[in-house]
């Protein structure tokens, strides 16, 4: 039996955003705040066993459609391009975190660029199971991918493209069961800006709430 190792348990120091596709423009970027009690008491290490109860589940791999087989936007391929094409450039950002409410901003150099947009490669929705998962909406420029079934974790994703090249992209994500809900909304301008906001709430614990912001264009 498989277990999938990355969905067991998300992190309660964190949480994402506004479902709204509000202001789809071209700067759809927004930070949020709010409060959550701290953590270390016995009644967060119970919760916190419940979790990883609740939230293993024994599942198959993922089979990922690649090359011409792939019906949507090749989200994976993409982001992994972008990733190792930052690390060529090897150049620092300037890197913001919001934490309810706190906010620290910090010039840094990302050793690991896979990792820092992990969450994006993840949000591919090029799996054999979901092919038939999402309705398209197409224009000149934008592309919608927004799913049918309400137990998917990625909700929507829409892609902002001109002269076939991406101008941004944004990605939401939902996932609920009894003890948390969780939202995340991605977005990525390339060269610009990228984009991380996350809203979970924990029964019990309350909301929290975090953005990070990491401004890829050199002043």
């Known amino acids: 039996m498989y277990w999938c190792k990355k969905n067991i348990v998300p992190s309660l120091r964190r949480g994402a955003v506004d479902r709204a596709v509000a202001g789809r423009g071209n700067n759809p970027y927004v930070t949020p705040t709010s409060s959550f009690p ?10 916190f066993f419940l979790l990883l109860i609740a939230l293993v589940p024994a599942c198959k791999p993922d089979i990922k459609e690649t090359g ?11 982001f992994k391009t972008e990733a190792a094409r930052r690390a060529k450039l090897s150049v ?8 309810n409410g706190a906010t620290e901003s910090k010039r840094v150099k990302i050793n690991n660029w896979p990792r820092e947009l992990n969450l994006f490669i993840e949000s ?5 199971a979901w092919r038939d998962s999402y309705q398209i909406q197409q224009t ?18 829409i892609i902002n493209k001109k002269d076939g090249k991406v101008q941004w992209i944004t990605i939401y994500n939902y996932t609920h069961n009894i003890l948390y809900t969780n939202h995340e909304k991605l977005s990525y301008m390339p060269d610009s800006i990228y984009q991380i906001e996350k809203t979970q709430h924990v029964k019990l614990l309350g909301i929290n709430r975090y953005t990070i912001t990491g401004y890829l264009k050199q002043p």
């Open 38 to 47: 701290r953590e270390g008491t016995a009644q967060v290490r119970a919760l």
């Open 68 to 78: 011409a087989s792939a019906k949507y936007f090749d989200l994976q391929g993409y």
């Open 92 to 99: 620092p950002i300037l890197k913001t975190v919001t934490h």
């Open 124 to 128: 591919d929705i090029n799996k054999a």
């Open 140 to 157: 000149d420029h934008t592309l919608i991918y927004m799913a049918k079934d309400t137990t998917l974790k990625t909700r929507e994703i």
